[in-house]
């Protein structure tokens, strides 16, 4: 994939790269990670090009956007703001907001802190509470959906880069080596990694993905474990759609309900047979169940 192809200046110097997707009514997607640049999102965005313009924006510190000022910057709270810099930059005075895994954590923080600019959230294979915070039924949940992956001759190598993660990302000075990190773990995500199209995303998620190390080091580094966006819910006055395979190890159905227990208005939809990347393990439904709630909410 090639890097976003506009750019846009924000104060103080710094810029944010980002590229429109599609036509219609402005959809803001916001990527995972964190660290990860969204051109890895240009096959989502596709998906719902017939209907919105769908703006993929570098999160700042990846691709072509500037690093935040202080590492502290990448939690959720840093992430939003930055995201609606980018959007008044852009002219932009309502949107539908969507994200993904830590996107979709964003994504309903952007929601809570600037209500009058989100239309309606959609929030794509999500948690709102970090590592820490979890409760059994969450670990349970994740434990059980890596062991489905037990028998593959690929999964000690990945169950090994998952466990050993954050203590690997916080040694290592080289981007490369959490680059190759993510790349061993990817099938883990995944519901049936050896289907054709999954295979092939993984592949070029292999080949493609370039992480912010300074995004992940922060992350590991305590955010992650002690994030808590329960206290914004509240706050969020849009109608929220919740996505969530159902065979998702990291943002799986206890972490869907949990989400949804604290929105005023969500609905929450469980895709069969699927992992943490809905977009690309569940195409059609993704862009029916996206079309169906924007054209209700």
Request: charged fraction near 25%; hydrophobic fraction near 45%.
């Amino acid at each position: 994939m090639s890097a976003l192809a506009d750019v846009v200046e924000l104060a103080g110097g710094r810029r944010a790269a980002y590229e429109v997707v599609g036509e219609g009514e402005p959809l803001l997607y916001f990527q995972g990670g964190p660290g990860m640049g969204a051109d890895l999102l240009r096959d989502d965005a596709e998906l719902l090009a017939d209907r919105f313009a769908v703006h993929l924006i570098d999160p700042h510190g990846s691709g072509g956007s500037t690093p935040p000022s202080d590492p502290s910057l990448y939690d959720h709270l840093g992430h939003a703001r930055f995201y609606d810099e980018v959007r008044r930059a852009l002219g932009i005075e309502r949107a539908t907001i969507m994200g993904i895994s830590f996107g979709g954590i964003v994504g309903l923080t952007f929601a809570a802190l600037f209500p009058a600019v989100a239309e309606r959230c959609v929030a794509i294979s999500t948690r709102v509470i970090g590592g820490d915070l979890d409760d059994n039924d969450g670990a349970a949940e994740t434990e059980r959906l890596l062991a489905r992956h037990a028998e593959a001759p690929w999964y000690p190598a990945a169950r090994r880069a998952w466990d050993e993660w954050t203590e690997r990302v916080l040694a290592t000075q080289d981007p490369a080596e959490a680059d190759a990190l993510m790349a061993e773990v990817l099938p883990l995500y995944t519901a049936h990694p050896d289907e054709p199209r999954v295979r092939a995303a993984i592949e070029t998620w292999r080949r493609d993905a370039r992480g912010d190390l300074a995004a992940a080091k922060a992350w590991e580094g305590g955010l992650w474990q002690t994030i808590d966006a329960r206290p914004l819910l509240e706050q969020v006055r849009c109608p929220v759609l919740v996505l969530v395979g159902e065979l998702d190890p990291v943002c799986g159905p206890a972490q869907a309900r949990r989400v949804a227990l604290g929105l005023p208005d969500a609905q929450v939809v469980p895709i069969p047979e699927c992992g943490h990347f809905v977009p690309i393990e569940a195409p059609e439904r993704f862009r029916s169940e996206v079309a169906a709630f924007c054209a209700s909410a």
